[in-house]
């Protein structure tokens, strides 16, 4: 019963991947980031059992990712007035057919690595190396300096899926501590936005191409 | 057998009534009263009292387009079995067969589009080939991601072990469901209440077909609508229905006109897309086809 | 006082600085309190590296914190590059405080996340957990990230975008393979699981295709902050946009860090793989890729720079190649950071504060560098020559090591490719050096105030290389051989072979 319930968290991760690999609105870009902080929230709690730990650690990584990084991000983009992703590197019909690509080289690569605890699902590796690749894939074909953001934190959601999946017993100070770092990095980020917009009126990263050779 | 047989003549009797039912929603959604719900039934008597005119520069391509498009259509039908029930014609792999016969159809119609040397109609097949493309291959994932989940390779133990609850029946549902739209010229993909706008896809194509051959077109177009649905009603209609057994095709009916009617909805509350939007859609639906083939694969 | 107090105590005072930086009023002040926070900090880690390097590993919080040869070696180096920077960043931003280029604001910014990363350099070096060696490579990023745009401009916010991304995902990489190499970690549920000393132990028994494939993980995201070819692309943007002591920082010592990560990896994967798994291969192709690349680069550069971030790509791709090649050439690599370091960080602040005199760092622009001041135009052209190679400068010799290490090893293509590459990186520097010592430009510089101060950073960077470059002292020898020690496991070479 409960490897069904992590198996359709795992399917609803997958899904969500493949919508951001083909929305272009922010708004919906950084829901879908937050969705993802939730599912695996839930994994986390049903992958290490309902522990006083394991609560308090699943708790305050929904918070965070849940929640928090979305405002932040909300946040930003309100400020810089952008709405969507326009005419990004790659297109968003092709997005879609690299991220089924995608998708295949993480089940097999899922399949040949000797990971995953016994008793959790088999979806959560590849599922949490897909989630993995397209946080990669947003940051390189996408334009704007706000969703390469986003796809940083998708990346970051894919690791940390990886990490409830595989490893389960990271010392409390180290997760708190990647968390912190995680928390620090999205700042970091946003606020570069903010002075990247202020001080060019854009943030498309194409043309931030002062320096070369 | 025999029930097979009542299914396909119920098909081939009550696949004009699909249409209406879409229109009639479409009113209740709008407010308006709309037109009758026979209003297929009218139309094609209508066509078939009139002759066809054929212009000097077509060959006979022309003419045998909406022949070997509506007898490729009905063929599929034969192989294609009401929800939970056997087709009249079953066999292992029968969905392969499915997918090229209607992609037959297609390449009549298209071919007797370009036959007309309008260019015009040129367009119009050549959109009609270029979603495709997408949108086979959606079909074909789909089916096979079913026949992995259920074990089984024929279309109508396939369609008859599909759970919706399954989480793979559910994207292949999703991912037909966007197809169909697409197939049969519906919103957002096509607008069939426009005639001879720019944006047009299936109607275009058909524009120098009059008589006899617009009713057999039209037919078959109906026929492919009833297709589909009575695909994706197998798809998605929960075990336990499809389990019931009555000697009238009523359950399979039933699922049929379900569809047209979240067809109806669907056209009520969204706007047509923006051409350039179409391939976007119809790769989402073979993502969502792919994703349902890889979790079966694993 | 006790080691590992010491310990706690360099790892805390750079964090109170940091706190306490923002809170001063002036902002003379805060350059002075934090440049003397650093000295005093730097001082802690070199008393506590030469104890350890004497008598042996310290450890701290119930073995959270450990201090062993390698990590010693890395603090000593940190202990050079950090304090010379931290004096040079003062006389740096004291300047354009004179020159109304520095507001109390930017000032707090710098000295703030300054303390920062050496809190976060500190942290890396002395942890005994994988997962807090993460912790404090990612933190070094974000506290270095706003130094590069102290001054915003343009470029420096382009540069420092490129820097947070690039080096953000590749650090997430590096957690990936932090996470595949716990997976691979007996489950003990102790946090003592995590720890080197209880990984190196174990690490026979770990399962070689997950290390394998940590190790890839590894190397691509400590690698990319290195700053290894092809994953460069930040470094030449991110060093010619900062200000030139952090530059110096960056160059001397977080490149450093970053290597000193995947050498921590190292033995835990060779071992775990019994040395079968191409690790050392995968070293040796990056490194002679990223001295190929910043060699071809350099001849080409009009930016001062620039010109020295590609030379740093190049020197740290040399020093892979020594650990690739292992035994002497870990040893050799070990000293030659050592050198590199000091030599970037002199060229830096000489490139720097000459950039200062000149209003930009265009070669061209900056040619008879003389002109605006002895001290820092001979610093230049002197850390320029130690840098290309020449002798009697201290890279001669521990590059003369590492080819030797090549040629012992019967490596006859690499040796000739080294040979290429360290060749073409000696004429693209004595080129540049040339033109900025003695070509004529038609800027007119203003002319630097010639302070002991700004002599004695130069005279002492310039005596240290110069007497490294003559022989290597024993006890340097001793130190880098017990740090090669942990970095090839059992497989070590002995003292006496290798002294040149």
């Known amino acids: ?213 | 057998m025999t029930t097979a047989l009542l299914d396909f003549l119920t098909a081939l009797a009550l696949a004009p009534l699909l249409p209406g039912v879409i229109a009639r929603v479409k009113a209740l959604f709008a407010g308006r009263q709309g037109p009758p719900l026979l209003q297929a039934y009218f139309d094609l008597c209508k066509l078939l009292r009139k002759s066809g005119v054929y212009s000097t520069a077509t060959t006979w391509i022309f003419r045998a387009g909406p022949i070997v498009a509506c007898a490729s259509v009905v063929a599929a039908l034969a192989l294609t079995p009401a929800a939970g029930r056997t087709a009249l014609i079953s066999f292992p792999a029968d969905f392969v067969l499915l997918a090229y016969l209607l992609a037959c159809g297609r390449f009549f119609t298209v071919l007797a589009a370009l036959d007309t040397g309008s260019s015009f109609e040129g367009m119009g097949a050549s959109r009609e080939v270029h979603y495709a493309a997408l949108g086979e291959p959606a079909l074909l994932l789909g089916l096979l991601a079913l026949a992995r989940q259920t074990g089984t390779m024929s279309l109508p133990s396939l369609l008859g072990r599909a759970s919706p609850l399954a989480p793979e029946a559910a994207l292949v549902g999703a991912a037909l469901f966007i197809v169909l739209l697409c197939e049969n010229a519906r919103i957002p993909f096509d607008d069939p209440n426009t005639h001879l706008e720019l944006t047009m896809i299936h109607e275009a194509m058909v524009l120098d077909h009059g008589g006899v051959d617009l009713a057999l077109i039209h037919y078959g177009s109906w026929l492919k609508l009833w297709l589909w649905s009575a695909l994706l009603a197998g798809v998605l209609m929960p075990v336990a229905l499809k389990t019931i057994v009555t000697p009238v095709p009523l359950v399979g009916v039933t699922g049929v006109l379900a569809v047209a009617l979240g067809i109806g909805v669907v056209e009520s509350c969204i706007a047509r897309l923006r051409l350039l939007r179409v391939p976007h859609l119809l790769a989402t639906a073979l993502a969502l086809a792919a994703v349902a083939f890889i979790l079966g694969v694993r | 006082m006790h080691d590992s107090t010491l310990v706690f105590a360099a790892l805390i005072l750079p964090a109170l600085g940091a706190a306490a930086v923002p809170l001063l009023r002036r902002a003379r002040g805060v350059l002075a309190v934090t440049c003397l926070v650093t000295l005093v900090d730097v001082l802690l880690a070199a008393v506590v590296s030469v104890s350890v390097l004497r008598k042996g590993p310290v450890a701290a919080a119930a073995g959270w914190l450990r201090v062993d040869a390698l990590s010693a070696t890395h603090l000593l180096l940190l202990s050079l590059v950090g304090g010379l920077s931290s004096l040079f960043a003062f006389v740096y931003f004291d300047d354009e405080l004179q020159q109304g280029r520095l507001t109390l604001r930017q000032s707090r910014l710098f000295g703030s996340l300054w303390c920062g990363a050496f809190f976060a350099i500190t942290l890396l070096l002395a942890s005994n957990n994988l997962g807090v060696m993460w912790v404090g490579m990612e933190a070094t990023t974000l506290f270095t990230a706003f130094l590069i745009s102290v001054h915003i401009s343009r470029e420096s916010l382009e540069a420092m975008w490129k820097y947070v991304l690039i080096c953000s995902v590749a650090i997430a990489f590096a957690f990936m393979g932090t996470l595949i190499t716990a997976a691979a970690a007996p489950r003990t549920g102790a946090p003592s699981a995590l720890f080197w000393t209880s990984l190196l132990a174990d690490a026979a028994r770990l399962d070689p295709r997950l290390m394998r494939a940590a190790f890839v993980f590894l190397l691509v995201g400590y690698g990319t902050k290195a700053g290894l070819a092809p994953m460069h692309n930040w470094l030449p943007d991110a060093h010619s946009q900062a200000p030139a002591p952090v530059s110096a920082l960056f160059s001397g010592f977080m490149l450093n860090s970053a290597l000193y990560c995947i050498l921590r990896y190292l033995p835990v994967v060779e071992s775990a793989t019994g040395g079968e798994g191409g690790e050392r291969g995968l070293l040796l192709a990056l490194g002679l890729v990223s001295l190929l690349i910043g060699a071809g680069f350099i001849l080409f550069q009009h930016d001062a720079k620039r010109l020295l971030a590609y030379c740093s790509v190049e020197h740290i791709g040399l020093i892979c190649v020594g650990v690739g090649l292992g035994g002497a050439g870990t040893v050799a690599a070990l000293v030659h950071a050592l050198n590199h370091s000091l030599a970037k960080s002199l060229a830096f602040f000489s490139a720097g504060r000459l950039g200062q005199a000149f209003g930009g760092h265009d070669i061209a622009r900056m040619s008879g560098a003389f002109r605006a001041s002895h001290a820092w135009g001979a610093g230049l052209l002197f850390s320029l020559i130690a840098l290309s190679g020449a002798a009697p400068f201290a890279a001669f010799l521990s590059e003369l090591m590492i080819l030797k290490a090549a040629f012992d090893a019967r490596r006859g293509v690499l040796f000739a490719t080294l040979l290429f590459g360290l060749g073409l990186a000696f004429l693209g520097l004595l080129r540049h050096a040339i033109r900025i010592a003695w070509a004529r430009s038609d800027a007119t510089p203003r002319r630097l105030p010639d302070r002991a101060i700004e002599r004695l950073i130069v005279g002492a960077t310039l005596c240290l290389l110069l007497v490294l470059g003559l022989g290597w002292p024993e006890n340097l020898a001793r130190a880098a051989v017990s740090a090669a020690r942990i970095i090839d496991g059992g497989s070590a070479a002995a003292l006496a072979g290798i002294l040149p």
């Open chain 1, 1 to 213: 019963m409960m490897d069904g319930v992590v198996d359709r968290l795992m399917v609803l991760l997958i899904l969500s991947d493949v919508a951001l690999l083909g929305m272009s609105r922010l708004g919906a870009v950084i829901g879908l980031a937050a969705l993802q902080g939730a599912l695996l929230g839930g994994l986390a709690l049903s992958a290490s059992g309902e522990t006083s730990r394991a609560v308090l650690l699943a708790a305050v990584g929904l918070s965070v990712r849940g929640l928090l990084f979305p405002w932040l991000l909300r946040r930003t983009a309100r400020r810089a007035g952008v709405q969507r992703d326009l005419e990004p590197f790659v297109g968003y019909a092709l997005s879609l057919l690299i991220g089924i690509v995608m998708l295949g080289a993480s089940m097999a690569l899922g399949a040949r690595l000797p990971l995953g605890r016994a008793g959790v699902s088999n979806l959560v590796v590849p599922a949490a190396l897909f989630t993995m690749f397209t946080g990669v894939f947003l940051i390189v074909a996408r334009r704007k300096a706000l969703t390469q953001c986003v796809g940083y934190l998708v990346l970051e959601n894919g690791i940390y899926g990886f990490g409830a999946a595989s490893v389960g017993e990271i010392p409390l100070l180290v997760e708190l501590g990647a968390l912190l770092d995680l928390f620090v990095a999205v700042l970091v980020m946003g606020v570069a936005v903010y002075r990247i917009t202020a001080e060019f009126d854009h943030m498309d990263t194409q043309r931030l191409d002062a320096l070369r050779g």
